[in-house]
């Protein structure tokens, strides 16, 4: 089908997801802060017009993310939600009126340049579009144990940097997740109707991990900086994505010497990545 299509809808909806990331960190910094896990939470954000209008631009960009799944690869579409880093910086730089420190350019660069080579070197394909339940379950189980652990983890430190990024891992695994079983959903939905749609467990599997990834994230906000958060959610999503791409949809990554590039490419990430979250400015 080409990657024009997958690619564009899966920038809009990383873009989305960046205004989203700051809305929503920046209304959940306006209620009373927990060391616990506390489902109320959710009620005290969702009383706050921010994270309604953080709710909107979630749901714009997974109407978006929708599209992109069921067009391309996962393993394609879920690694360009890299940009949302940058992205959310230079929002929440424009909102807060504090210009991007000029230091902070090159990494910018080096995860879209990254990015760049090493989706051109991956040359990530395949799409397919049924999968049996026991290729799930493993994935299932593996992804839900990490989940708990990690949000465990996360709730038994202080505020701060560790506890946003053990949140932060917790809810990109969530977002991986939700991606891999939004694409069998949507598959099903443009082979067997809305009738079928409506009665396949991923359509509902997929709705409970987005609605965990979305709790998950309003702690993950809470609990510490966006620079601490946003980076586990960032490169996690995108690992764990091109995981189940690979191990679960049987997608295909270019290897031998394309390896040297992928590698470089990944490298740039991973450096913009943390230059940007050692030096990223403030959403509050």
Not at 53 to 63: E, F, R, S
């Amino acid at each position: 089908m080409g990657i024009v299509l997958p690619v564009l809808f899966a920038l809009l909806s990383a873009s989305s997801n960046a205004l989203a990331t700051v809305l929503q960190r920046r209304a959940a910094l306006t209620v009373p802060q927990t060391d616990s896990f506390r489902p109320g939470l959710m009620l005290d954000l969702l009383r706050r017009p921010l994270f309604l209008a953080g709710i909107l631009a979630v749901i714009t960009a997974g109407a978006c993310q929708a599209v992109a799944l069921a067009t391309g690869p996962l393993a394609l579409v879920q690694p360009l939600f890299v940009l949302e880093l940058p992205l959310a910086l230079l929002i929440a730089s424009t909102m807060t009126r504090e210009r991007l420190p000029a230091a902070l350019w090159p990494a910018v660069a080096g995860v879209v340049l990254g990015l760049g080579i090493a989706l051109a070197a991956a040359s990530p394909s395949g799409n397919r579009t049924h999968l049996e339940l026991s290729r799930w379950i493993p994935a299932l189980l593996l992804c839900g144990g990490a989940v708990v652990a990690l949000a465990s983890a996360g709730l038994r430190r202080p505020l701060g940097r560790a506890r946003a990024g053990c949140l932060g891992g917790a809810t990109a695994i969530c977002y991986a997740l939700t991606a891999a079983l939004m694409k069998t959903a949507m598959n099903i939905l443009d082979e067997g109707g809305l009738g079928a749609f409506l009665t396949a467990w991923q359509t509902y599997a997929f709705g409970l991990t987005g609605i965990a990834a979305l709790l998950l994230l309003g702690h993950a906000m809470q609990g510490g900086p966006l620079v601490a958060s946003q980076p586990a959610l960032t490169l996690g999503d995108a690992s764990v994505s091109l995981a189940l791409g690979v191990l679960l949809y049987e997608e295909h990554v270019r290897t031998g010497w394309w390896l040297v590039p992928e590698v470089l490419g990944v490298g740039l990430i991973v450096f913009g990545v943390f230059a940007l979250a050692r030096g990223g400015v403030s959403t509050a």
